[in-house]
């Protein structure tokens, strides 16, 4: 092993030469309050010897802080590993000579940790390498992009690896301390989180910042500077930064490929390929038409949605209290397609319904368990009353439930076999995860 790679392992892992250091520098590395983190997937299955697992979140999602948390009862049998580091890519550059040198560390590693791995080259085929050489440890890989790491070697990775997703704060994670508050002032203290999570969104710096702009700011600045022109090489970061202002402003209607490359000056190829590198940074989802074979249905068109809403309310410049907002129908409808995609599994899609005459559904969701559609409407319904859309729907598919997301009405009614409830914001999480039962 490299003097150079030796004197980065004791500086980055003090604990393999003295363990009483582990406890002090694994809480180094941990917020003083972190958040439990209850998102779909993440479970509490064990790491397995012999195999890798991988986290794939944006940027600053809290994936280190999950991982840390995870390994509080392994002093000084982690080895971690910054992949962001020159001397260390270069170390990873050889598959063969990267696992000779883990093993040489001696049995008492059992965990190897690999921050922010989509800075290696070929990381996919990195890991694929060494799980095949079975190194006797937990490979632990988290990435901000699935774009280098998995692009090129999802199907070379199958078996060998177990994929985990990480997202910014869900609602439910951002209101778990408030279990143990009093059912009389709970409902209260659930919409002011919600209005606040409305507003700056869940990522963990912005959420428990005292400056949530001016950390959406640097957050956004990281994405277009470090990410787009460094990690990706977009020739045209002015252009990434238009179309990613365009994206929030239009975020929820159907994305106008050729309007949005007139106005970044770009092809439609290219506001194509920016697109693809937005979603693959897990910033965005480019969401499906739902077609189920109706003659008269939209079968082509996507829209656009962000994963965080607070990140596309600081993109249109825009953080004032919800309450006081023009377009709190985007911000909402942004809001529950964010929770969605945070609380249902991989193998869940998420599409809208639209025909040709107009009529629509914000949401339709399926997987192997699920089948509903949702409407949102930024409002206090005060009676339960369903769209034309909504019927429409309804009566063309039988979708087994049906929600109305509304600002106060609470209900609950049969149309045909569909379930339909109307439920406020705080409810959604929930509702969604006991369909799933």
Partial sequence: MDADITDIIRLENPWIEDPAAWERERSRRLPPRPLVRRQAGLGDAPFETDTATLLIGPRQAGKSTWVWTRLFDDAARVLYLDCEQPAIRRWCADVVRFSVDVRSLGPGISHVFLNEVQALDEAGLFLKGVVERRPGVRIIATGSSAFHLLARTRESLAGRARRLRLLPLT????????????????????????????TVGGYPRVWQSSDASAELTSLIEAFVIRDASDRFRIERPDAFRTLLRLAALQCGSLANASEWASIAGVSVSTVSSYLNVMEESLLIRQVPVFAGGKRAEVTSARKVFFLDVGLRNRLVGELRPFEERGDRGAVLETWVFSELAKGLPFDATIAYWRTRSGAEVDFIVRDESRFMGIEVKASALGRPTLSRSARSFIEAYAPATFFVVNLALEHAERIGDTAVRWLPPWQLPSAIAARAR
Avoid: K, M
């Fill in 171 to 198: 609602l439910e994670e951002v209101t778990s301390d408030l279990d143990a508050v009093s059912p009389l002032i709970r409902p209260a203290a659930l919409r002011d989180r919600l209005l606040r999570h409305l």
